[in-house]
Nanobody, 127 residues
Framework: QVQLVESGGGLVQAGGSLRLSCAAS????????MGWFRQAPGKEREFVAAITWSSGTTYYAGSVKGRFTISRDNAKNTMSLQTNSLKPEDTAVYYC????????????????????WGQGTQVTVSS
């Protein structure tokens, strides 16, 4: 089992920044990749970014590329998402996720392949 706990959400004005963190515990040695997903009211959960645990290779959704940066600290078992130039459309509950199935890069953007999830943290961007 892998346990995930997010922190760092909040209310920010458009153009502002937030840093989201995800602390992992348990069988973290089994993690292949971790990702951030978000879900706005009335919308489906969507991919934001992912990072492979061993090599640190990163993947981004087109809507956040250049504004968000995903990173991880293997020694501390943490993953972060630095969000800059936030827009009202970035408002959502952000979820941290981990997968242990070594699914490959073609699948890192697909929520169904992640088997561990955090409880989510709310990000609200006001205009």
């Amino acid at each position: 089992q892998v346990q995930l706990v997010e922190s760092g959400g909040g209310l920010v004005q458009a153009g502002g920044s937030l840093r989201l963190s995800c602390a992992a515990s348990g069988r973290t040695f089994s993690v292949d990749a971790m990702g951030w997903f978000r879900q706005a009211p009335g919308k489906e959960r969507e991919f934001v970014a992912a990072i492979t645990w061993s090599s640190g290779t990163t993947y981004y959704a087109g809507s956040v590329k250049g504004r968000f940066t995903i990173s991880r600290d293997n020694a501390k078992n943490t993953m972060s998402l630095q969000t800059n130039s936030l827009k009202p459309e970035d408002t959502a509950v952000y979820y941290c996720a981990a997968e242990t199935g070594y699914i490959g890069s073609n699948y890192y953007s697909r929520a169904r392949y992640y088997n561990y999830w955090g409880q989510g943290t709310q990000v609200t961007v006001s205009s």
